[in-house]
């Protein structure tokens, strides 16, 4: 889509940051010194793109899910062909990920609507749940 993302390691935050290239003005070189000792040995971006949303960071959490079977193309196309899902009856599936919590991730979720549920950890269950209460209260 044209976004352009430069993935890197931030010493002020202590963590792995993203940062949206094609959005940037008045960038500049400068010389500072790099806490060499602090950073990642080694950064998987595959691995961190299945976690990130729309490159969103935040706390990463292995997050439980249950899903209607009908979109488990929608889920293997974000987390991998290689994730592992458990059949239900009732034509749903049940998997975990981990996640990076994000307001875009919610929104991913709300987008699936009731074919996907989050089922735990209790509380991204509650940080979900009171999200919905926000928005439903701005409407109602």
């Known amino acids: 889509n044209d976004n352009y993302y430069l993935i890197g390691y931030h010493d002020n935050h202590n963590a792995v940051t993203t940062y949206r290239v094609d959005r940037m003005q008045e960038v500049e070189v400068i010389d500072a010194d790099i806490n060499a000792a602090a950073r990642p040995q080694s950064l998987d971006i595959s691995e961190h793109r299945k976690q990130a949303f729309s490159m969103f960071g935040g706390e990463s959490v292995e997050v439980y899910f249950e899903a209607d079977k009908?979109?488990?193309?929608?889920?293997?196309?974000?987390?991998?062909?290689?994730?592992?899902?458990?059949?239900?009856?009732?034509?749903?599936?049940?998997?975990?990920?981990?996640?990076?919590?994000?307001?875009?991730f919610f929104g991913w979720c709300c987008m699936l609507g009731e074919k996907l549920k989050i089922v735990g950890p209790e509380s991204v269950v509650s940080k979900i749940s009171i999200r919905l209460k926000k928005l439903f209260s701005s409407y109602a």
């Open 70 to 104: 009908s979109i488990l193309d929608v889920i293997y196309d974000k987390f991998g062909e290689n994730l592992p899902v458990y059949c239900k009856p009732d034509n749903r599936v049940t998997f975990s990920a981990t996640i990076q919590l994000s307001p875009v």
